[in-house]
């Protein structure tokens, strides 16, 4: 587990752009429940995380369509919310960061770590760009 000054920054990030943090198992089971488009961000201290997928993800909203709610879970924070919110993004083998589009509760896209490594902030918002154009 990180500490809560190391990776509170990295959180507010998220928080700052309308993300709702997800503490619990039970709090991903709510979030998840509700109709309608729910973006989950697995948040991570890696690089790739800070570089890319949270400016990417903060970025995507910016398109016409936007998932109705915004979450996300902090791997190696909330250890129980993360694995719940992985528990609902199988096939898919747990990785972080990790960007899943659920619609009515139902996984329909999904960015895993290695679609993310080495890719713009630019090119995962275009990613998740043409998803909400599909999926919201």
């Known amino acids: 587990m990180y500490p809560e ?3 509170r920054p990295m959180a507010q990030e998220l928080e700052s752009a309308g993300f709702k943090s997800l ?14 488009t729910t973006l989950v961000m697995v948040n991570s201290v890696c690089g790739c995380a800070a570089g890319t997928a949270r400016p990417g993800a903060i970025a995507s909203l910016e398109s016409d369509k936007a998932p109705t709610n915004l979450t996300t879970v ?11 919110a992985r528990g609902l993004m199988i096939p898919f ?11 009515d509760g139902k996984l329909v896209h999904m960015l895993e770590r290695h679609h993310i490594e080495g890719r713009s ?11 909400y154009e599909e999926f919201c």
């Open 121 to 131: 902030a630019q090119m995962i918002a275009a990613n998740l760009t043409g998803a």
């Open 93 to 103: 083998p747990p990785s972080s960061p990790a960007i899943a589009l659920f619609k």
């Open 74 to 84: 902090f791997a190696g924070v909330d250890a129980d919310a993360t694995n719940k």
């Open 23 to 36: 503490h619990t198992t039970e709090e991903v089971d709510a979030a998840l429940a509700k109709e309608g």
């Open 5 to 7: 000054e190391l990776v």
